[in-house]
């Protein structure tokens, strides 16, 4: 069992940077590929991030390379995302998500646990 509590969210003006937390429970976490996805308001859930169980291997979005950044500290049982020149398209609820095996995934349906989610907006 691994549960996900994520933090960082909130408000910031186009252009700006927010970083991301993502804090896991569970003996497991070195072992697992993470995950970051969002929802916008009336859009299904999307990829944004994966990163494998060593933090070696990383995979974005196309709408988000080059701006954002995945890692992780095992030994902090902690996943981040770092967002950069964020703009307001970007503006959604951020979940993260851990699978149940160490290879990096994009779809939402190979993973097995889910945070509660964090808002992000960006404003124009």
């Known amino acids: 069992q691994v549960q996900l509590v994520e933090s960082g969210g909130g408000l910031v003006q186009a252009g700006g940077s927010l970083r991301l937390s993502c804090a896991a429970s569970?003996?497991?976490?070195?072992?697992?590929?993470m995950g970051w996805f969002r929802q916008a308001p009336g859009k299904e859930r999307e990829f944004v991030a994966s990163?494998?169980?060593?933090?070696?291997?990383?995979a974005y979005a196309d709408s988000v390379q080059g701006r954002f950044t995945i890692s992780r500290d095992n030994t902090k049982n902690t996943v981040y995302l770092q967002m950069n020149s964020l703009n307001p398209e970007d503006t959604a609820v951020y979940y993260c998500?851990?699978?149940?095996?160490?290879?990096?995934?994009?779809?939402?349906?190979?993973?097995?646990?889910w945070g509660q989610g964090t808002q992000v907006t960006v404003s124009s």
């Open positions: 998500a851990a699978a149940q095996s160490g290879a990096r995934k994009t779809r939402g349906d190979e993973y097995r646990y």
């Open positions: 990163i494998n169980w060593s933090g070696g291997g990383t």
């Open positions: 569970g003996r497991t976490f070195s072992s697992i590929a």
